[in-house]
Structure formats: C-alpha cells, structure tokens
C-alpha cells in the first residue's frame, strides 16, 4: 500500500522561530521511507531527525517532510568491535541506553562524539556532523561513521562510505539533508577506561585565561568548555567557568533516562529572561564556586555532556516569539581579538542568555564537505527574539566573524546571508555536484543552496 503524508503545521525549529505547513510522512519501516522520498506530489522533501536542530536546516516548509522517528532499530553491534549499526532514527540516548552500560570494572562503549544534547538521531547527527566537548581529541561525528545507506529521490540506494561512493560519502557528512534520505548507517563507538568521569570547574578572569586553560587541558582532559558571562565588559570582558573531564578507570555510571523526567508543559507568553534577570544570574552562577574558584569532582557524564536534557523542552522558557541561536568558529590566528570583539558587541546589546559557551576545537579534519568546525575557537549563545534589535545584533555578529575568516553553524542558523555562507564554505562547489534535486529545505532556499549557488557551479 502506498504510504500516505498528512498536512502538518505543527513541525517546528527548536528555537522556534521557523515554522510552516509540511505534508507530513512518517515512516515505520525503511521500505516506508523510501515510498515516502518518491511519492509523487512534486514538491521538495527533507528527512526530518528530532527536530533538535534551531533554525530552519531541519524544516522545509510548504514541502514535503520524512519525520525518520520510527526508523528506530539497531540493525547490529559486535561488542568485540564496538561497530554498531542501526536505522537513521536511532538517537544517540538509544545507544547510550542500549549499548553504553558499564563491565564490572566500570569500562564500556561510549559514544565518540556527542553534541549537547543526547536526544538528537544518529540521521541527524551525520548531516549536521555534530561535534562534542571532546572535539580537540575526537573530531566531528563523520569521522566515525564506517559507511551509509542513502536513499535518493530517483529511486536508488546507495551504499556509501570512505571505500565506496566516497565523495557523496563526504558530501552526505554535514550534507544538510541534502543529498538523500540516510536510511541506516555504520558507526564505530569507542572504548572508555570508565563510563564515569572525573571532573574540575575553574573560575577564569579573562579571555586570555581561558585560552591558556584550553592549551593546558588539551592533551589531558577529554571533554573541555566553558560558560562565558556574556554581560561582562571591561577588564572582566569573557570571564567564565572553564569545566574539563575525562573518563574515569573503574569507575561506571548507568546511562541516564531515555527522556527527560520534567518538562515545561506549554511556551510562556512572555520570556522571563530580560537584562535584569540574565545579570543576576550571571553575576551569583560566576561566584558559584566560592573562594576557591576551583572544584574537583567524579561522577555521571550527564552533568558534563547533558546539563540541558534534564529538562524537557526547555526551549519553551523563552516564551512564544521563540529565540535565535547564534553559533560561530573563527580561526586561531585572530580568535583572540574576534571573541573579544563578539562579546563586547554582546554585552554593549545587554542581549544573550545565560549559557554562553566559548570551546576551542582542534585540527582534526572531517571527511565531509560543509563541516562546520575549524581549528579555532567557537562561541554559541541564545538570544530571545525581541525583533529587530535582535536581528540587527546577529548581523553585527555575522559581520564579525565574516572578517576574521571564520564561519557560522547552520544546524543553530536561521539568519545568515547567502554571501556568509559560500564564504565560509569553500568546498561548497564541490558538495553542489553531489545534492538531489528532489531535496530541499528552508535553509536550502534561504542561502540559494538549492537554485542560484547549484546554478554557479
Ligand atoms: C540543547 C542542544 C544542544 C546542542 N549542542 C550541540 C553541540 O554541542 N554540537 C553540535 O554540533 N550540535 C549541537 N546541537 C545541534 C544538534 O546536534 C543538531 O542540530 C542535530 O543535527 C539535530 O539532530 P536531529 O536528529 O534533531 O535532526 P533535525 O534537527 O531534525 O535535522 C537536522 C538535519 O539533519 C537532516 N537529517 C535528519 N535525519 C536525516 C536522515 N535520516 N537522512 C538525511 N538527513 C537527515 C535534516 O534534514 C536536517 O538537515 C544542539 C542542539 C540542542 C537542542
């Protein structure tokens, strides 16, 4: 029986300020999926993951969607190897309930690379190729993926990987959707002394700080970032909280629960997060470590890798208008003074939010085409929409981070020019040779991804 789509207004960014109509397919089996990507209908489709992405990479409205959330099996995992497989709508809080449970000694699978949040599918962590705290050590999601099976709007499946079809392989990683429907793949999780982990938070006073913490914890610690307080200005400019961790031998932590336990029931009118309140927070959470500046401690990785998944939904805090997410890399040669410049730009605003995080990444390259990270240094941070003020801000940001060379996310992207991101991407042309046309999404359109850049190349 043909499967069937249905009218949908409901799908949504994560930040909330995409939305639109989408004729809706939701798979059960990957025989489904294929049906749905070539139903006829003549509109654009996209594979939708979880919908954890913030702006419109995820969305493509007035066209078709393949919601992949019921392409949930694990296909296969060899515990001697740690390879597993499994169908594109597994999440990564799947794997690490199924497959990250520790041995007596406290050892285990873990996942290689994981974003901030758990609850993203293992779909859509290869077409954005998410990238974790431990991206200095471990790289971006693609460089673990061993192969994939890509569906593509002509009928077709192809068998992807860095042996076979490696460059759609490589166009497919970070591909944004838009190359086909990922239907399974191969992944190889890494072996950890223990699933638990020994952590410390140091307070900071600066930018130059934090830089020399990053370089002394890169060869030691696994997972590094730091919580930046983004109102501060003057001699206090990017002071912060810097957190390491590594895995820790013997000892082991059940994975946490496969969904939040408390959730936010409904989006508030109005966000309670203004100038006033985000100072105050982030004037007690900089002093939260008291006199010391510094804590040690060992336990669940939830706290280091998941601190937002504790709350379901979360994203409803920032009231009805929803909030834009503002993510960029920019190259070590200028991160100093570009960071510097960002911030400052952002605390003259009095707009942000209280998670700034401020990362370095390392200089392992990824086979896909559009990833995003570069060896450099990465800022991301919220901001509610309040309408043009907020918009005339993230194009003062763009701006930025366009003349230190460096480049913005689109997985956290809804604004970005089309001049930004062909800048920013220069393999670009090369990725345009591998797209199915029957693909599309918001982001697509936006940046001319799918008419004017294709046409150019
Ligand atoms: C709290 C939070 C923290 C985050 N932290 C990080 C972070 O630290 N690092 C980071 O890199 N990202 C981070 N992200 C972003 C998130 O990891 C990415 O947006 C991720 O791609 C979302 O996956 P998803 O399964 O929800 O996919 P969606 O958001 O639904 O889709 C994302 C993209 O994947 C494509 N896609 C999904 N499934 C398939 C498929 N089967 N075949 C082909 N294409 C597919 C979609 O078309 C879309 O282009 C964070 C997001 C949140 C909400």
Redesign the pocket.
Known sequence: MPISGSRRSDYRS?GGTVAGEHLVYRPRSLADARAALTATGGASV????????YGD??LNPGGRLID?RGLDRFIEFDRQTGIVTCE?GVRLADILAALCRPDPDGSGWFLPVS???RF??V???I??D???KNHHREGCFGRHVLGLDLARGDGSVLSCSPQSQPDLFAATIGG??LTG??LSARVQLRRVVGTGVEAEDIRFAGLDDFFALAAESEAGWEYTAAWIDCLATGAALGRGIFSRARHHAGIGVPPPALDPKIAIPFALPLSPLNRLTLLAFNTAYFHKLGRRGRRRWVGSYEKVLYP?DKIGDWNRLYGARGFFQFQCVVPNTVARDAIAELLARIAASGQGSMLAVLKTMGDLPSPGLLSFPMAGASLALDFPDTGAPTRQLLAALEAIVVAAGGRLYP?KDSVMSAETFRRGYPRLPEFLRYTDPAMS?GFARRVGLDNRLREAA
Do not use: D
């Not at 996209?46 to 992405?53: I, K, P, W």
């Open positions: 994560w996209l594979a939708y993951g979880n919908g954890r992405s990479v995820g992949c594109a974003p901030g949040t993203v599918t779909g859509g962590a077409a954005n998410v990238h974790g944004l959707g429907l990922i937002l997985a999404s």
